[in-house]
């Protein structure tokens, strides 16, 4: 029982929905559904309320993934998932797989998958082991999506201790199909045929589900025979096939195979259509001789998927796949009442109640306790911090973050221009593809920032669902769905729960006020290692619709000359910050404070001006603060400078970083007002361009909008010119802090 | 004209071409399965990109057997354009229609990104367009591009000009910093002796837009109609 992950009182349980005591292969099967990964047993009471509806929604949570109108008839599909647990164990094969197992749920909507982004974190580049787990985990990212031939175009990248013993891979896939071609995984019409197709079955993978769903030690290693093996030519017939066959019509429902196999793909067809199904698993085309039934529907083999076929049109689905060298071949079929019965050659072997399996699964409202440590490091004061670096070396400084620094050396591993709809290039913030045979664009953005959740879950989770959605605003997308990630450590301490508890709330509070509905997403939890958990992790995707492809920009400047103008109020809140962690050594304080009706208002205005052409780059400062935003829009814009004078955001002498503390700092230095001005990281700032008579028309448009716009300076020469209150601070060749921020990680990688 | 896209069960640039071909350069496309015999009377063949049987084994090592292959082989003898872009050019290397091969690329991880290439032939019907040494935009996207031949090939493939493209930088020059995967002489595409095969790793049906980064790719199937147009005049 202790191997299979169930406790006793779900043992109770089981013989309770059993009515008997289930023999191995049922106890095997609760032990896979009832795996955390699978049931959400400790998350579902929080998911549940998040906003998950709206105008736009045509599919939400609940299926393989979730869709939203994008109009002409169309809809964008799209779900992150995790692998991480399989990344830490094997980087190359868990990273990989992990995006064959979400291209899967798209296609297997019926969506043609357009995009892959993905959100990753990794230890220290100084440690040998992150930096064998970045490029393991890159290059098995690439290693999939590059040969599949779905773009991966976007994404971020974060380096941090916390993470070394744990490294997140959260991928998300885009997909586009027409609203009235979407296809759902349910069961339908008793007597139907049950196809499987695909890879056959092997012992890989068995258990996959439970291994995510535990903590990690020192045997973790040994776990490695529990990370599957992707083969992405394979996926590529299927997704081929399973596209053209669902415009057949003769598919009712379809899923693939992908947690628990055999096991999920049965019993959640059966549950979703409110129907039984009976498979023989002597049917099950097998990789592997003497295979026992347990192994069969535990095996989390790969690039398989399941069929319920409308009976009579057998022959037009076995056509389809037989022209990909792919067969199906029927392993069952749907029938009355509701159990899931498994056969060996004829003889039943397990019969369950599938719903036992999946909505009778356990939920746990588990113990909910604010750490004892909470308040403690959001006090910060300033006179705590020592003598402040000058603005100049803090700069200097904060390019050398790997967080921070160009990602070029894991995007350039991954081919995102195939499929000839990639507008922005990897690297400019939101990716932004076009929507082929119409005039629109999607623009897509995946963030989260698991230091502000450590500090404070929950406006942390708000604040990862703002600069998501602003992401997307700043390349004129409006943005119109969401879906989640939710890293967590070990929910059955109350403290983390309370975390988890905590940024679903922000979660939901910021999707509500900025309208973006939760489509569907992930909960991984257990991502810890000896005990020690990783930085609440919650992150964000967020899909926004461009009405006009071409009018997008990016965080480039396009010309000498322009204005430079910072909307949004810099309130040099340092709190959480990444200068406070590089130069100070500290993670502490409070996290931005974040006025939603101001968010939402900045991320209108621009998508506004940008639909509007009146700007001609934009750019959302986050990790860095306003310098480094601005260091970056000089970026890849081909050597166009800026020069700069910020008004000083004056920090009172007894400012402390946590809000209600008033204990007066000593030593304090005026130092500190600079570099809060330059490295805060206030939320719902973004800085534009604008040219000439264009200028105004920003300007009055802010105005307009209630939101604060600054004239700060202009573009124009070689170097980054940043001055506070007069006095210039910051002064640097591009060409300089372009080559360090550029090549960071490469440099970083090279070392041996 | 017409333009025939051949389908491997693995192509990823398959759509990508064919888009290419009847939306952006507005000729007459079709997509070939690779099983077929037929190449369904078109006028230019191209052999797209991705991983046409998986490339397990070798880029390209399979799909020679590939049943259409035979009619790409009758069609290239009989003087037909073919284009073979990425793995189609890989292809072209595995069926013996040019000379050479392709190994991993000298720094080992998959490239991609837009590199300038320099058109070092213009008497192609894939570069007839073109201007001399002119300098094309194009993405790569490969982890085997690092193509190779044996001395004695490799002077003679540049004693018959049949070096098409070369890897250089914006102003086309020539230098290993250039040079993106290692290829011998920087070579990013040739053509066989008769001229009539091309093949090339970067790729232009990618770069026929300039809102996705280039349009430069153009003139590479813009090339095809004009040279075919003459053939028709003469």
């Known amino acids: 029982m202790e191997r299979h992950g169930i406790k006793p009182d779900e043992y109770e349980r089981i013989l309770e929905l059993m009515g008997r005591e289930p023999n191995l292969l049922e106890l095997g099967l609760f032990s896979v559904m009832w795996s955390e990964h699978c049931s959400y047993k400790s998350s579902r009471v929080h998911l549940k309320t998040l906003p998950t509806t709206g105008p736009r929604v045509v599919q939400g949570p609940g299926e393989n993934a979730g869709a939203v109108d994008i109009g002409n008839g169309l809809c964008a599909v799209f779900k992150i998932e995790s692998h991480n647990h399989p990344s830490f164990i094997e980087p190359y094969q868990g990273a990989a797989t992990g995006v064959g197992g979400i291209i899967r749920d798209i296609f297997t909507m019926g969506a043609r998958p357009i995009a892959l982004l993905n959100a990753l974190r990794f230890g220290s580049l100084d440690a040998p082991l992150a930096r064998r787990i970045f490029e393991g985990v890159v290059a098995g990212v690439g290693g999939y999506g590059n040969s599949i031939g779905i773009p991966t175009v976007g994404g971020e990248i974060v380096f941090d201790e916390m993470y070394s013993g744990n490294p997140l891979v959260n991928v998300l896939c885009l997909g586009i199909s027409r609203i009235d071609g979407i296809v759902k995984g349910a069961a339908k019409g008793a007597g139907n045929p049950v196809f499987y197709v695909g890879a056959k079955t092997g012992r890989d993978g068995i258990h996959g589900a439970t291994m995510a769903s535990a903590e990690f030690d020192e045997t973790s290693a040994e776990k490695r025979p529990a990370v599957q093996v992707g083969d992405p030519f394979m996926e590529k017939l299927l997704m081929e096939a399973c596209l053209e066959v669902m415009k057949t019509g003769a598919v009712l429902g379809i899923q693939d195979m992908g947690a628990a196999g055999l096991s999920c793909a049965t019993s959640e067809m059966g549950s979703r259509g409110g129907l039984g199904m009976t498979i023989d698993v002597m049917h099950v085309p097998q990789r592997e001789t003497g295979m026992t039934p347990y192994e069969i529907m535990l095996s989390e083999s790969q690039e398989r998927m399941l069929l319920v076929v409308e009976k009579g049109r057998e022959h037009e689905v076995t056509a389809v796949f037989e022209k990909w060298d792919l067969h199906a071949v029927q392993v069952g079929e749907v029938v009355e009442g509701s159990r899931l019965k498994i056969l060996e050659r004829g003889v039943l072997v397990a019969d369950v109640p599938n719903r036992a399996l999946t909505d009778e699964a356990p939920v746990y409202r588990r113990p909910m306790q604010e750490p004892s440590w909470q308040k403690a490091v959001q006090r910060l004061s300033l006179g705590d911090l020592g003598a402040p670096p000058s603005a100049q070396s803090a700069f200097d400084r904060l390019l050398t973050v790997p967080t921070i620094a160009s990602k070029r050396w894991a995007y350039g591993q991954y081919d995102h221009s195939v499929g000839t709809n990639t507008i922005a290039q990897p690297g400019m913030s939101a990716a932004v593809v076009r929507v082929k045979g119409t005039a629109t664009g999607l623009a897509v953005s995946v963030d989260g920032n698991g230091r502000f959740c450590y500090l404070d879950p929950y406006r942390g989770a708000m604040l990862a669902v703002a600069e998501a959605a602003r992401n997307v605003a700043c390349a004129g997308g409006e943005p119109i769905g969401g879906t989640n990630n939710l890293n967590f450590g070990n929910p059955e301490r109350p403290e983390i729960m309370w975390q988890l508890g905590e940024a679903v709330r922000g979660i939901g509070e910021a999707c509500r006020a900025l309208g973006i509905p939760i489509t569907g997403g992930n909960v991984s939890l257990y991502n810890e290692t000896e005990g020690r958990a990783i930085f609440p992790t919650p992150v964000l995707g967020v899909v926004g619709l461009l009405e006009d492809a071409t009018k997008t920009t990016t965080r480039a400047f396009k010309r000498a000359g322009a204005a430079v103008v910072l909307l949004g109020d810099n309130l040099g809140e340092l709190g959480g910050s990444e200068y406070l962690a590089t130069l100070h050594g500290k993670v502490a304080g409070q996290p931005p404070t974040l006025d939603l009706s101001r968010e939402a208002a900045i991320q209108k205005l621009i998508v506004k001006l940008i639909r509007d052409g009146l700007v001609e780059s934009a750019h959302d400062c986050s990790e860095g603060g306003l310098a480094l935003t601005l260091a970056e829009c000089t970026f890849d814009s081909g050597g166009i400078g800026v020069a700069v004078d910020l008004p000083e955001v004056r920090l009172k002498p007894d400012t402390t970083l946590g809000d209600t503390a008033a204990d007066v700092a000593s030593g304090f230095s005026r130092t500190f007002d600079v570099n809060a001005t330059l490295f805060g990281e206030s939320a719902s700032r973004i800085v534009v361009s604008a040219s000439g008579a264009q200028l105004e028309a920003v300007v009055a448009a802010a105005k307009a909008a209630g939101v604060m716009a600054t004239v700060i300076g202009q573009t124009g020469g070689d170097r980054i010119q940043l001055s506070v209150g007069g006095t210039r601070v910051v002064d640097t060749a591009i060409a300089d802090a372009e080559h360090v921020w550029a090549t960071c990680i490469e440099t970083q990688m090279g070392r041996r | ?234």
Not at chain 2, 198 to 210: I, Q, S
Request: net charge negative; charged share 20%.
């Open chain 2, 1 to 234: 004209m017409k333009f025939a896209v051949v389908v491997f069960p693995g192509s990823n640039s398959d759509h990508d071409a064919f888009y290419a071909a009847s939306e952006v350069i507005g000729e007459d496309a079709a997509l070939v399965w690779h099983k077929d015999t037929d190449l369904q009377g078109a006028d230019v063949v191209i052999l797209p990109g991705g991983f046409a049987h998986g490339d397990y084994l070798r880029t390209g090592a399979i799909a020679r057997f590939s049943p259409i292959m035979s009619a790409v082989k009758a069609f290239a003898d009989r003087g037909g354009p073919v284009l073979g872009i990425c793995n189609g050019f890989q292809v072209l290397l595995e069926a013996g229609l040019l000379p050479g091969a392709m190994v991993r690329n000298d720094r080992i991880k998959f490239v991609s990104r837009l590199v300038p290439v320099r058109v070092e032939q213009t008497d192609t019907p894939f570069t007839a367009a073109c201007a001399s040494t002119q300098v094309l935009h194009m993405p790569v996207a490969h982890g085997e591009g690092n193509y190779y031949a044996d001395p004695d090939t490799l002077a003679e493939i540049e004693a018959h000009r049949q070096v098409v493209f070369r890897y250089s930088n914006a102003a086309g020059e020539v230098s290993p910093a250039s040079n993106p995967n290692g290829s011998l002489n920087s070579i990013a595409g040739i053509c066989n002796r008769q001229r009539n095969v091309v093949g090339l790793m970067p790729h232009p049906e990618r770069a026929t837009e300039a809102q996705l980064g280039s349009a430069d790719g153009r003139v590479i199937l813009a090339s095809a109609v004009k040279s075919l147009a003459s053939l028709a005049g003469r």
